[in-house]
């Protein structure tokens, strides 16, 4: 069951609040197996700016190997650089989970049996809410949790603004108005900081929100470790 050809498709997905995510999508075609079958394998929040070079680029070094060696062709992957605005990690995931899905279908069973088999049932979903769409509009921001919140969604992720009195004063009002309605799963400093101080300051502003945990202090290993000393919350990267 060789790789035959790769199909990159690039699709954008526009959200709620007007901006518009990119997604690199591959399909995995193979010589070998029923008409009509392919593996599907996504590069989420990517933007390829030319799809033909990449399709080659993939097709290039990829046809002919073994769609079955899906670890052999992930090591592989890791060894590439495919020069698209695509990462290279992103390339290889979308590859992987192509392959995943691929292998899943011929064999019949969820891919996540070829992952040693279901962990849970369900899913509970998490919503971003960002910073920047407070700064920009408070009451927006606001009316988009509302609409979430109706929708039956209650676990979100808040990715700081940079104007901590801002957030903290929009989290208590959300969290006025919605109650046990909601729940903060992260506080996201999306790696902004590089005084440990600075961010500790932050933390302990929005702590009281009682998030499960904090994620990515700084992009610094030694500012987050003195953050995370400091904390009585587990810290997290992405």
């Given at each position: 069951?060789?790789?035959?050809?790769?199909?990159?498709i690039q699709i954008e997905t526009p959200?709620?609040?007007?901006?518009?995510?990119?997604?690199?999508?591959?399909?995995?075609?193979?010589?070998?197996?029923?008409?009509?079958?392919?593996?599907?394998?996504?590069?989420?929040?990517?933007?390829?700016?030319?799809?033909?070079?990449?399709?080659?680029?993939?097709?290039?070094?990829?046809?002919?190997?073994?769609?079955?060696?899906?670890?052999?062709?992930?090591?592989?992957?890791?060894?590439?650089?495919?020069?698209?605005?695509?990462?290279?990690?992103?390339?290889?995931?979308?590859?992987?989970?192509?392959?995943?899905?691929?292998?899943?279908?011929?064999?019949?069973?969820?891919?996540?049996?070829?992952?040693?088999?279901?962990?849970?049932?369900?899913?509970?979903?998490?919503?971003?809410?960002?910073?920047?769409?407070?700064?920009?509009?408070?009451?927006?921001?606001?009316?988009?949790?509302?609409?979430?919140?109706?929708?039956?969604?209650?676990?979100?992720?808040f990715y700081i603004s940079g104007d901590?009195?801002?957030?903290?004063?929009?989290?208590?009002?959300?969290?006025?108005?919605?109650?046990?309605?909601?729940?903060?799963?992260?506080?996201?400093?999306?790696?902004?900081?590089?005084?440990?101080?600075?961010?500790?300051?932050?933390?302990?502003?929005?702590?009281?929100h009682d998030p499960y945990h904090f994620?990515?202090?700084?992009?610094?290993?030694?500012?987050?470790?003195?953050?995370?000393?400091?904390?009585?919350?587990?810290?997290?990267?992405?």
């Amino acid at each position: 069951m060789n790789i035959q050809k790769i199909d990159v498709i690039q699709i954008e997905t526009p959200r709620f609040y007007g901006h518009v995510s990119g997604h690199t999508l591959v399909q995995i075609h193979v010589d070998d197996g029923p008409e009509g079958l392919l593996g599907l394998g996504e590069a989420s929040d990517s933007q390829c700016a030319d799809v033909p070079a990449l399709a080659s680029a993939l097709n290039e070094k990829l046809r002919g190997q073994d769609a079955r060696q899906i670890t052999q062709i992930n090591e592989f992957m890791h060894t590439q650089s495919w020069g698209s605005t695509v990462s290279d990690r992103h390339v290889a995931s979308a590859i992987d989970l192509a392959l995943y899905d691929l292998n899943g279908k011929v064999q019949g069973v969820p891919a996540y049996q070829l992952l040693g088999g279901m962990v849970r049932e369900r899913l509970y979903c998490c919503y971003p809410i960002f910073g920047w769409q407070v700064k920009q509009d408070f009451d927006r921001a606001g009316s988009y949790l509302q609409r979430l919140v109706d929708l039956g969604h209650h676990l979100f992720r808040f990715y700081i603004s940079g104007d901590a009195e801002l957030d903290n004063r929009f989290l208590t009002e959300m969290k006025a108005r919605h109650g046990d309605q909601l729940r903060l799963k992260s506080i996201d400093f999306s790696g902004r900081f590089s005084d440990w101080q600075q961010v500790l300051r932050y933390g302990l502003t929005l702590r009281h929100h009682d998030p499960y945990h904090f994620e990515q202090p700084s992009r610094d290993m030694r500012v987050s470790a003195q953050f995370t000393k400091r904390v009585d919350l587990p810290v997290t990267w992405h």
